[in-house]
């Protein structure tokens, strides 16, 4: 995390993001009991004082079920309001006595592999912390498709409206991913409702339409799955997140 600090003071004096960003800071643990401690660092530091009273955002702890090549296991997704508020509370949080300890426990007992900056679009279906379970789709588009990008996430959102038991949702990637530009995230409440979707998915009609549209402008870059082993949402929920509410 600390080195993004220094990327984040050089984009946040020429950029101010008004979208909601989440900022995933991706960890290699090499044991239970490694990752035990972190969740205990975790806990610790998100009922610290100074967390209660600058934190606006939440934080999501993920374990990856399948990533590929990837040698990260866990990744910690921060959810903020913008840019410049997640650089300010990470600059102060590392001078905090509570942010000092669990970056102590954190380099002891993990290795830092990647970070990536995203910056949320649009979501579709009911934003929750019931949906547990998460598939990242990757891939890689112009900017001037876009638009195009946008019009056919809501034309299968309408389209499997009322069917589709989860939520989904459209980010760019604006630092850290290489050649991916956007992220289709698709939220589950369980495996069971996953799997339950995805093996219907090659006679879903919206969603085979949605693919054919999106062939055409984008090449995708692969997909991985993630649970939330915790989430920390005190200061702002999911909902709050996506329709950027976070008074």
């Given at each position: ?68 090549d990837d040698d990260s296991t866990h990744v910690f997704a921060v959810l903020q309001p913008s840019m410049t508020e997640h650089y300010s509370y990470m600059q102060n949080l ?71 038991p989860g939520q989904f949702g459209l980010s760019s990637v604006a630092y850290g991913s290489g050649d991916v530009t956007h992220i289709l995230t698709v939220g589950y409440s ?58």
């Amino acid at each position: 995390m600390k080195n993004l600090l220094i990327s984040l003071l050089f984009l946040t004096s020429g950029y101010i993001f008004s979208n909601p960003v989440w900022v995933e800071y991706y960890i290699q643990v090499d044991s239970p009991k490694a990752a035990g401690k972190i969740v205990q660092a975790t806990d610790n530091l998100m009922s610290s004082d100074y967390v209660k009273k600058n934190f606006k955002g939440s934080l999501h702890l993920n374990t990856w079920i399948a990533n590929g090549d990837d040698d990260s296991t866990h990744v910690f997704a921060v959810l903020q309001p913008s840019m410049t508020e997640h650089y300010s509370y990470m600059q102060n949080l590392q001078q905090s006595k509570a942010g000092q300890d669990f970056f102590e426990t954190l380099r002891a007992n993990s290795v830092n592999t990647s970070e990536r900056i995203n910056s949320f679009i649009e979501t579709y279906g009911t934003p929750t912390n019931d949906d547990i379970y998460w598939i990242l789709h990757e891939f890689s588009a112009q900017p001037s498709d876009l638009e195009r990008i946008v019009r056919a996430h809501q034309k299968m959102n309408e389209g499997i409206k009322g069917d589709f038991p989860g939520q989904f949702g459209l980010s760019s990637v604006a630092y850290g991913s290489g050649d991916v530009t956007h992220i289709l995230t698709v939220g589950y409440s369980s495996i069971a409702e996953l799997e339950s979707w995805e093996d219907q998915v090659a006679n879903n009609k919206p969603v085979q339409d949605f693919l054919k549209i999106m062939d055409k402008m984008v090449t995708w870059k692969g997909s991985k799955v993630l649970t939330n082993s915790k989430v920390y949402d005190s200061a702002s929920d999911l909902e709050q997140f996506v329709t950027k509410d976070f008074e």
